[in-house]
Nanobody
Framework: QVQLVESGGGLVQPGGSLRLSCAAS????????MGWYRQAPGKERELVAG???????NYVDSVKGRFTISRDNAKNTVNLQMNSLKPEDTAVYYC????????????????WGQGTQVTVSS
């Protein structure tokens, strides 16, 4: 089994910064893509930022230039640095990882963290 544990959410004023972290543990041979999603009340979950094992990144347009995703392949961690936060960034943020558990199989499985609340408000 694989566990993803997130940390770093909280309450911040508009214009402030937060850093989210996610650590994967358990039966892991390798991790392909990792990413951060968010879901605001009444809205669908959306991909905020993703990063491949090779370090290629992609972002939703609304966070480009403000958020930065990074990962440490040796530690199986992914981070999201969020700057210039806006009230519309308020949501529950979820970590996602595409994990290959076994060297003997090419099968990859998607795992999710439990979510961490980010609230941007004055």
């Amino acid at each position: 089994q694989v566990q993803l544990v997130e940390s770093g959410g909280g309450l911040v004023q508009p214009g402030g910064s937060l850093r989210l972290s996610c650590a994967a543990s358990g039966r892991i041979f390798s991790i392909n893509a990792m990413g951060w999603y968010r879901q605001a009340p009444g809205k669908e979950r959306e991909l905020v930022a993703g990063i491949t094992s090779g370090g290629r990144t992609n972002y939703v347009d609304s966070v480009k230039g403000r958020f930065t995703i990074s990962r440490d392949n040796a530690k199986n961690t992914v981070n999201l640095q969020m700057n210039s936060l806006k009230p519309e960034d308020t949501a529950v943020y979820y970590c996602n990882a595409d994990v290959r558990p076994f060297i003997s199989s090419a099968a990859v499985y998607a795992y999710w963290g439990q979510g961490t609340q980010v609230t941007v408000s004055s």
